[in-house]
Every structure is written in C-alpha cells, then in structure tokens.
C-alpha cells in the first residue's frame, strides 16, 4: 500500500471554477500535513500546511481528517496561474524535526481560459 | 539571495563516470536533505543530515554518498553512474518545520 496516495489527474477545470483534490495516507502515526505546488521543471514550493481545524489562505482551503487519515484542499475561483501538480505531503512520523517528507505522486491541474 | 542553492543545475555525464552536486543553504537551518525525483516525477527523500550528522539513508545504493562539512552544506557525490540514475535531484533544508528547496540538478546518464 502506497505510503500518500492522490488521483495523478490531469484536472482540467474552467477559469472561475471550483475544484477539490484529496489525498490519503497509510500511517496513523504521521504529525504533519502539507499541500506543496510544484510548477514543470521547478522545485516544489509549500502552499500550505493542513490543520484539523481546517485553515484557509485566500482562495485554498486545506482540511485534515486524521480518523479518516484523509487530506482535503479546495481552490475556489481557479486562476490560470493555478496550473500546476498539488503534492500532498505527510512527514514526522516520530516527530523528530529532521524527518523527512513523504510525498504522493501529485494531482495535475490545468486551469482553461 | 539564494536561500537554498545548488550547483549543476544540469549535469550531463557518461555511464561509469563519478559525479558530484553541491548544497548550500544561508537559511541557518539545522537539517539538510537530499530528494529524487524520477522520470514518473515521484520525489522520494534518500538522505538528512542533521548538523553534519547522517539521520535518515534509505535505501540508496551504496554508489551515492552524502557528505556534510559543515551544516550549511550537503553535497552528494555518485560513483559509477548508471542510466537509471537519471533524474531531477533536489536539496532541501529545515530547522524543523517547513522545508525550502533547491531549484534541482537534472542529471541525465548517457
């Protein structure tokens, strides 16, 4: 069973619209939750990290549900700037600080005119 | 200011051949990692040094060997490079919590 699972797309989604990607993870011990964007031949970047009590940062709202080890993330009113892959990423499994990330394969969104 | 740096940016290098790439951070950060991400683009962490100390090895050929002179550098040096070594390779640094990457060295074996 894969550690960070996500549906690899491509989403194609119009301007404006709404759109929700969502990731699972396999170990329940995991601490820390985080969306990163990765644009074609670029580094990743952090997008967000993901609370249980749900947080919200402009148009992208991430979510966790940890008795579901479920990952949520909502871009509302999508931009063509929003084309990228959406990585979901667990890590701390022992809750040290220098555990590393664990990465899903990434969701691929493309944003239409 | 580059916060995480690394230098190739491309690398392209015959099969058997040793190569290195080299990290450096001016974040202060304490944790340093070394990242692959393969042709499928699935990025997978290989090594973590924390404050010049080896944390996290998985399981990576023994061809690949990290070395920390000092915690704001983690450079990684391949022996004996093979086709399937082929890849992006990113740096990334922490101090515990949220992580910032290089921008990546394309190798690719011929």
């Known amino acids: 069973r894969k550690e960070v699972e996500q549906d690899p797309g491509p989403f194609n989604v119009p301007e404006g619209a709404t759109v929700a990607f969502n990731c699972t993870y396999s170990?329940?011990?995991?601490?820390?939750f985080f969306w990163y964007r990765q644009d074609c031949r670029k580094e990743p970047k952090l997008l967000m990290s993901?609370?249980?009590s749900g947080n919200e940062d402009g148009r992208f709202t991430a979510q966790l549900n940890r008795a579901s080890q479920y990952i949520s993330l909502l871009i509302r009113d999508s931009k063509l700037s929003d084309s990228a892959t959406y990585l979901c990423?667990?890590?701390?499994?022992?809750?040290?600080?220098?555990?590393?990330?664990?990465f899903g394969k990434g969701t691929h969104l493309i944003i239409q005119p | 200011d580059t916060a995480v740096s690394q230098t190739p940016k491309y690398l392209v290098t015959q099969m058997g051949n040793d190569k290195s790439i080299k990290c450096e951070q001016n974040?202060?950060?304490?944790?340093m990692y070394w990242y692959k991400q393969d042709s499928k683009k699935f990025l997978k962490i290989m090594f973590s040094?924390?404050?010049?100390?080896?944390?996290i090895n998985e399981t990576v050929p023994n061809r690949f060997s990290p070395k920390s002179p000092d915690k704001a550098h983690l450079n990684l040096h391949i022996n004996s490079l093979e086709l399937g070594d082929s890849a992006v390779y990113f740096c990334?640094?922490?101090?515990?919590?949220?992580?910032?990457f290089g921008s990546g060295t394309r190798l690719t074996v011929v």
């Open positions: 990334a640094s922490s101090p515990g919590r949220g992580y910032t």
């Open positions: 990423v667990v890590t701390g499994y022992s809750g040290g600080g220098a555990d590393g990330l664990t």
């Open positions: 040094y924390n404050n010049k100390e080896l944390i």
């Open positions: 993901v609370y249980s």
């Open positions: 974040l202060g950060h304490d944790t």
């Open positions: 170990n329940s011990a995991s601490q820390s």
